[in-house]
């Protein structure tokens, strides 16, 4: 559906690239205040990590229309993502590296899907 060499969505560099940022996401949360444990840490982690599950599931159903849309569902949880790590910069809870390793992740996916949701707009070539 995606691309010669692409068998499972673990083989789509979106999926691939958007694990990386939950799981630096799980780890850059770490060092937020104990009492936003169940606030703010808890709606950017779970936006996070539903950027790869929304490639996933959309991959799942096998359906060029359906993956498109389920990427554009995983994109809007990575404004989520990107809205939630500028309360914490304004905040003053994420700053220096960590805050740009985030942001630069958070840059690089939207890139990868902007890509892949421009690409499954296109008409399918002959036989595929």
Same mark, same amino acid.
């Given at each position: 559906m995606? =691309? *010669?060499g692409i068998r499972t969505y673990r083989d789509l560099v979106a999926w691939q690239k958007s694990v990386d940022l939950a799981v630096y996401t799980y780890r850059? %949360?770490?060092a937020l205040p104990a009492d936003e444990r169940f606030g703010l840490v808890s709606q950017m982690r779970r936006a996070a990590a539903s950027v790869p599950a929304n490639i996933a599931e959309g991959h =799942? +159903? =096998?359906r060029r229309v359906e993956f498109r849309r389920y990427l554009q569902i995983a +994109? =809007?949880? @990575?404004c989520e993502v990107q809205t939630y790590a500028e309360l914490t910069r304004r905040l003053g809870w994420l700053k220096g590296p960590? @805050? %740009? *390793? @985030? +942001?630069d992740l958070c840059h690089e996916v939207d890139a990868i899907l902007a890509g892949l949701i421009r690409s499954l707009g296109r008409k399918p070539a002959a036989g595929g």
């Open positions: 995606a =691309g *010669k850059a %949360t770490n =799942g +159903r =096998g +994109r =809007g949880s @990575l960590d @805050l %740009t *390793k @985030l +942001r």
